[in-house]
């Protein structure tokens, strides 16, 4: 009985050391710094966490999508790491406030300089995108984590709807609904100007009837006035 208790709880405590080194409980994610709203702009990080015990993480190679282009990706300095922007043609150009941009970023790769994500730690990469498109619901990044061991792990799994979550998944960014642009706040403010442009009209024709009044019993006067003299 002891000895099958024991064997019991050994399991346990496997199951458990392996659920923990799963690598769906620790994979390249990226979530916004707030709200990631349609039609805008987002601060977004991408998290690396470092999944082995005997190697560090020395680069990540993340691959913007190209079927929702981004016309503005600036990256946000790093302490300990080299930065790369690369840009591509696009085959469609986009149109940014007026302006066609041709051409749009389509790799970010941070390097580290010294030792990079040791075991047991966790970087987070920044980086402001825009505009975010209004045509789909998420954004999927592919990225690439390289060890000082020269391993090369492939986060470029898209997950899917109902399915369980792939090995290795590609860090996925939500979006939310557009956000509130003014224009519900400028059609009150609108209506409240209809408003008082109305009264102001109701009380510029009390006036002006007043005023005709006033006239008619003046000339009415003025007509008895001649006929006693």
């Not at 560090?56 to 190209?66: I, Q």
């Not at 408003?195 to 003046?218: L, N, P, R």
Request: proline share 7%.
């Amino acid at each position: 009985m002891k000895a099958s208790r024991i064997a019991a709880a050994g399991a346990v405590a496997g199951a458990a050391v392996l659920a923990v080194s799963s690598p769906c409980f620790a994979h390249v994610s990226v979530q916004p710094e707030g709200e990631a709203a349609k039609g805008g702009y987002a601060v977004v990080g991408f998290k690396v966490p470092n999944e082995r015990d005997n190697a560090s993480t020395t680069k990540l190679e993340v691959t913007f999508p190209s079927d929702h282009p981004l016309s503005s990706v600036l990256p946000q300095p790093v302490e300990g790491w080299d930065i790369k922007v690369t840009k591509s043609r696009l085959a469609q150009p986009l149109e940014v406030h007026g302006k066609k941009i041709d051409e749009a970023v389509t790799k970010v790769t941070w390097t580290a300089k010294g030792d990079g994500i040791e075991p047991g730690f966790f970087q987070k990469f920044p980086v402001s995108v825009g505009t975010l498109p209004e045509d789909t619901d998420q954004l999927v990044f592919k990225a690439l984590q390289t060890y000082s061991n020269k391993e090369v792990v492939r986060w470029i799994e898209v997950p899917q709807e109902g399915q369980d979550e792939p090995d290795n998944p590609a860090p996925v960014l939500a979006l939310s609904a557009p956000a509130e642009d003014g224009h519900g706040h400028g059609a009150a403010a609108d209506d409240k100007a209809s408003d008082d442009a109305e009264q102001a009209s109701a009380e510029t024709a009390a006036a002006s009837g007043d005023s005709g009044g006033t006239d008619t019993t003046a000339r009415v006067l003025g007509v008895v006035g001649i006929v006693v003299g």
